[in-house]
């Protein structure tokens, strides 16, 4: 099957610093790449599109300027937190598709 | 956008017996229904799926069901055991890009 690889797992960060988490599809091009977001015990919500070659396409009430999302070759999509503040500690996951999606490991961020 | 339901929150059943969750979603044009299991502070897996163009699928003793016209689907596992005890995801979402949109989960615990 596809798949997707996301580094890194785990991550801590001072606040006010910035934070990039990286995703990879390995085996197949993906033009196409979602990042979503998930606290604890909660569902998986997602943040953004990610557009090979233009730019990513959020969802409501996303901030696109705290969330930097650069997809510059068929296999690479970043997700850059900046300014990192403690509420931006989550678990974030990517997903890309290859007849059906799949998922990255997953990074969880610690903002201290 | 596309906004899924699933209930119950939580499900607690005797090992042996079936359970079900149930999730209904509102965008007519979602034609893509998978399911996920997900363990804490991993990746959502894949259990089973379902497109629109099929009304049921089964896989041993999983299955999921499918009703366009009411826009609900469900899952089905038989024969619990204990280790089927985890969170569970419905989604929704179209088969051109899988950008899928989550229900909001259920903890399922099998009783010995």
Known sequence: ?112 | GENVEQHPSTLSVQEGDSAVIKCTYSDSASNYFPWYKQELGKRPQLIIDIRSNVGEKKDQRIAVTLNKTAKHFSLHITETQPEDSAVYFCAAGGSNDYKLSFGAGTTVTVRA
């Open chain 1, 1 to 112: 099957g596809a798949v997707v690889s996301q580094h890194p797992s785990r991550v801590i960060c001072k606040s006010g610093t910035s934070v990039k988490i990286e995703c990879r599809s390995l085996d197949f091009q993906a033009t196409t790449m979602f990042w979503y977001r998930q606290f604890p015990k909660k569902s998986l919500m997602l943040m953004a599109t990610s557009n090979e070659g233009s730019k990513a396409t959020y969802e409501q009430g996303v901030e696109k300027d705290k969330f930097l999302i650069n997809h510059a070759s068929l296999t690479l999509s970043t997700l850059t937190v900046t300014s990192a503040h403690p509420e931006d500690s989550s678990f974030y996951i990517c997903s890309a598709s290859r007849g059906s999606p799949s998922f990255g490991s997953g990074t969880r961020l610690t903002v201290v």
